[in-house]
């Protein structure tokens, strides 16, 4: 993996000196993994596109202060802010906007289904592998949407309630509860295979904080 990383380092250095072919063969790179993390989040494609574009002009004004290793989670962190704010300004607008009357389901509401799939892009998703992986499948959907907000995507506890469109309160008490839940998983694992939990097999550039992290 040197050689990749080496060389996003490199871009952002170029586009840290102004070089608009650098952003662009970045964006190339990343950009299509960075769209299906963000529309498991948000299943507005024009928001989805409109967070993508905010993501690489904050690129191209941020570069320099990247400071080296792999370039994924940094962009993934940069995505994921950038969502929780188009989120919050939506927010806003509906609040003070008139509400209009519903209207009849289409059929393609009718099929809408939302994406639940903890599988990630390699170096990222770090909490996927191994045992804690499949312990983290056998938590509910809500409790692991938690954990991947504020362990996966590195949010605060505000910006994981906003993303998540729950309370503070809530983050925090489904947060525990995972935490709970998931070393009970894992100790139900280990007493399966008559041994200890294998190690998170982590890839090193995956951001980590600690499970139930808080603002």
């Not at 989805?48 to 290793?69: K, M």
């Not at 940069?78 to 300004?89: F, T, W, Y």
């Amino acid at each position: 993996m040197g050689a990749p990383e080496e060389n996003d380092a490199a871009l952002l250095r170029a586009v840290a000196a102004g070089d608009q072919a650098a952003l662009a063969r970045l964006y190339d790179r990343h950009a299509g993994w960075l769209q299906v993390r963000l529309t498991r989040r948000c299943p507005d494609p024009e928001t989805v596109r409109e967070v993508l574009q905010d993501t690489f002009v904050t690129v191209w004004r941020s570069a320099g202060a990247h400071r080296g290793g792999e370039a994924g989670g940094w962009l993934w962190t940069i995505a994921a802010r950038r969502l929780v704010d188009a989120l919050r300004a939506r927010e806003r607008a509906e609040r003070y906007a008139p509400v209009p009357a519903p209207p009849a389901p289409s059929a393609e509401d009718c099929v809408l289904d939302g994406l639940d799939g903890l599988d990630g892009r390699d170096g990222v998703d770090g909490l996927e592998f191994g045992d804690v992986g499949t312990a983290l499948g056998r938590l509910g959907p809500e409790l692991r949407e938690v954990l991947r907000a504020t362990v996966v995507d590195g949010l605060t506890t505000r910006e994981a309630a906003t993303l998540l469109g729950i309370p503070e309160g809530t983050v925090k008490s489904r947060a525990l509860r995972a935490r709970r839940e998931l070393r009970a998983a894992l100790a139900r694992l280990a007493g399966e295979r008559g041994g200890p939990p294998r190690p998170l097999a982590t890839p090193p550039s995956s951001p980590r904080r600690p499970l139930g992290g808080t603002a």
